[in-house]
């Protein structure tokens, strides 16, 4: 099955700097690339996705890029806030495998 | 649009009990999913159905767990008996299909304490 990496595993940043997770995956069938946002004690959200087919995908300060030949996958957080402060999952494979999170802390 | 439900949203118990975990998903999605997240992990798969049919359960340890769906909306988990590494937080899912195509909304938890 799918092997997903993330790190780092806990970042800092401060308000209005960029922040950047990235993630690895093993299995190059693996075709469908999501990260998840959740907040302390809530349900993950999907915040954005990119699948095989593109490389980079954009919304509003938030991005992913893909490189499909080094099977890793990043986000990218332009612009940070403070109530961007979450954990953040990457997940890959058809039966989604979840990245441990990344713990990103956003201070004024 | 009611989001997926999950009952209830927390549960304590003691070692070799047994707990048991509802989930009603979104109108209409066909695919439902349970997690396993523990503490500082993200979620890990344990079932996926499709309709009232089981399209994966290779991570779920059958040896305690059990998840039916019977009528192809509802499911149910449950863990007889439980160990103390069973504390985490139970996340139901569910999607209009299976595969990438389809986006998974995950519910509130519930979330489980064995002690």
């Known amino acids: 099955g799918e092997n997903v990496e993330q790190h780092p595993s806990t970042l800092s940043v401060q308000e209005g700097d960029s922040a950047v997770i990235k993630c690895t995956y093993s299995?190059?069938?693996?075709?469908?690339f999501p990260w998840y946002k959740q907040e302390l004690g809530k349900r993950p959200q999907l915040i954005i996705d990119?699948?095989?087919?593109?490389g980079e995908k954009k919304d509003q300060r938030i991005a992913v890029t893909l490189n499909k030949t080094a099977k890793h996958f990043s986000l990218h957080i332009t612009e940070t806030q403070p109530e961007d402060s979450a954990v953040y999952f990457c997940?890959?494979?058809?039966?989604?495998?979840f990245g441990k999170g990344t713990s990103l802390l956003v201070t004024p | 649009e009611a989001g997926v439900a999950q009952s209830p949203r927390y549960k304590i118990i003691e070692k070799r009990q047994s707990v048991a975990f509802w989930c009603n998903p979104i109108?209409?999605?066909?695919?439902l999913y349970w997690y396993q997240q523990i503490l500082g992990q993200g979620p890990k798969l344990l079932i996926q159905?499709?309709?009232?049919?089981?399209?994966?359960d290779s991570q779920l340890p059958k040896d305690r767990f059990s998840a039916e769906r019977l009528k192809g909306v509802d499911s149910t988990l449950k863990i007889q008996p439980a160990k103390l590494e069973d504390s985490a937080v139970y996340l139901c899912?569910?999607?209009?299909?299976?595969?990438?195509?389809?986006?998974?909304?995950f519910g509130p938890g519930t979330r489980l304490t064995v002690t």
């Open positions: 899912a569910s999607s209009l299909g299976q595969g990438n195509a389809y986006e998974q909304y």
């Open positions: 299995d190059s069938a693996s075709n469908y």
């Open positions: 990119i699948r095989s087919n593109v």
């Open positions: 997940a890959g494979g058809y039966a989604l495998n």
């Open positions: 109108s209409g999605h066909a695919t």
């Open positions: 159905f499709q309709n009232n049919g089981v399209v994966d």
